[in-house]
């Protein structure tokens, strides 16, 4: 960047230079597009302080055992990796506004059936349920609000997908002090009929209108969102409008196919689901009397910094924010990896009990630094992981692809990243028997590093530039 570049001199969180007035109601579109997300945080966040509940439960009540605790935590991410396979489907054929309307009947009907359940089956169907909704809403609003924003707050905008999914992660842990699991349940009602209601009174994308040939419905959608239609440029709409393999050899379809998927691959190798694992034990550890406190005090790290992610996003770039975020991950996932290795130097067993056993056996103060060590490192990956790569891969995956291959190639990414958090979860014990503990973790570093270095090499700059512009450089026009 020259010094001339006006752009090096405007301040990170100031307003674009040169940027006309817009209108308001994208922000209100967009909020309503972002109940989903936030849907789908209080499902994921629902099973924290529910298993418990559910573990203490007597008769009539449900009572889940161990295996099936695992199952009610886990058989979400096997209903969202379906879900991303429908809602690619849906996007395309129903349209973006529809898709988010019908994704909230799951939620809904999900959360209702845990609400009524009498047994483990219903518990386990509900889960399944608001899975399959997250799957849905995990694609279809990144595209509906990377489609309705213009190009000065779609990194603001799409940054806040995953600040609403923090968001209802954090109220379910909250929630889940003062309500048990059934009245959780009706709780986690509230979002995805807000969104039903919000949603009916928004427009369907301006970009899917044209693609259905409804310009006149389009350019007033524009007009209600942005104002006027400055600064608008129309998509190319081709006679092609359905995905098949041989598009694959085009430059324009490969090349963000590859950024996407690998995107969602080294979000979810990035360590971020250990670290998550062993979070109430390193709490234990730096003598935290309220073990549960750290859910919450992890929960708000991810809000704040998400925040501070949506608030820069527009200034200082996709890039270097998955780099910064890359960059710390690396660090901190070493000093975790430093930390296992000093409190199990011996032969290592993964379980959080031996674990607590083999801190207990060193001297109480060194016992605690140690802890204060994790603690301090699992703090600063939460804080690198929020500013880059939590958001910036979903607001990737919303703004690289042609129209005509959206549905199905965000499909792919967002069925490879539930697919992998479903492998990574599942087969995290056992990773941690063969490698031991600080061994996984030090993996987990080398692919932060692989990460950054497929940033630099292989990601473009988004920021500022239309969809029909981003889409034009894979294309290399």
């Not at 129903?94 to 009907?109: D, E, I, N, T």
């Amino acid at each position: 960047m020259t010094p001339e570049d006006p752009e090096e001199t405007q301040p990170l969180l100031g307003p674009p230079g040169g940027s006309a007035p817009r209108g308001r109601r994208v922000f209100l579109a967009a909020f309503a597009a972002a109940l989903g997300p936030l849907s789908f945080g209080f499902a994921l966040g629902y099973s924290s302080p529910a298993i418990p509940s559910l573990q203490r439960a007597a008769p009539p009540a449900p009572r889940l055992d161990d295996a099936a605790a695992s199952w009610f935590g886990a058989v979400v991410t096997l209903g969202a990796a379906a879900g991303g396979v429908l809602g690619g489907w849906l996007v395309d054929r129903a349209g973006r506004k529809l898709s988010l309307l019908l994704c909230s009947v799951p939620f809904v009907a999900g959360f209702a059936v845990i609400t009524a359940a009498q047994d483990v089956w219903m518990l386990l169907g509900g889960r399944l349920l608001t899975g399959l909704a997250c799957g849905v809403a995990s694609l279809v609003a990144p595209v509906y609000i990377s489609e309705i924003a213009y190009p000065a707050v779609r990194g603001l905008l799409g940054s806040c997908v995953q600040l609403m999914v923090v968001v209802g992660i954090l109220l379910a842990y909250l929630a889940g002090w003062v309500l048990e699991w059934r009245w959780l349940a009706v709780l986690g009602c509230v979002p995805p009929s807000l969104m039903l209601l919000l949603m009916c009174f928004m427009p369907e994308t301006p970009r899917f209108l044209l693609t259905q040939h409804r310009r006149q419905e389009a350019m007033a959608a524009l007009r209600f969102l942005w104002g006027s239609e400055q600064g608008w440029e129309d998509p190319p709409i081709g006679a092609e409008q359905s995905f098949h393999l041989a598009l694959l050899r085009q430059p324009g379809i490969y090349k963000p196919f590859v950024i996407g998927v690998s995107l969602m691959a080294f979000q979810q190798l990035s360590g971020v689901n250990a670290v998550m694992f062993y979070a109430e034990t390193i709490f234990e550890e730096a003598k935290f009397k309220d073990s549960s406190l750290a859910s919450v005090i992890v929960g708000v790290i991810q809000v704040l910094f998400t925040a501070v992610a949506a608030l820069i996003m527009d200034r200082a770039g996709r890039r270097l924010l998955l780099v910064l975020s890359g960059v710390v991950m690396v660090f901190s996932t070493s000093a975790f990896g430093a930390y296992f290795k000093l409190t199990q130097g011996g032969p290592g067993n993964s379980s959080h009990v031996a674990l607590s056993a083999l801190v207990s056996a060193q001297p109480v103060d060194a016992s605690v630094g140690l802890a204060w060590l994790a603690v301090g490192s699992m703090c600063l990956f939460i804080a690198g992981f929020a500013v880059g790569w939590g958001p910036i891969p979903w607001l990737l995956m919303s703004e690289i692809f042609p129209l005509h291959v959206k549905g199905v190639a965000t499909g792919i990414c967002v069925l490879t990243n539930w697919l992998m958090a479903f492998l990574v979860t599942k087969e995290f014990s056992s990773l941690m028997e063969v490698l031991r503990p600080y061994g996984a973790f030090w993996l987990a570093s080398a692919f932060c590093i692989f990460s950054v270095l497929f940033t630099l090499f292989c990601v473009p700059e988004t920021k500022g530039k239309t969809l029909e512009q981003i889409t034009a450089h894979f294309e290399g026009r």
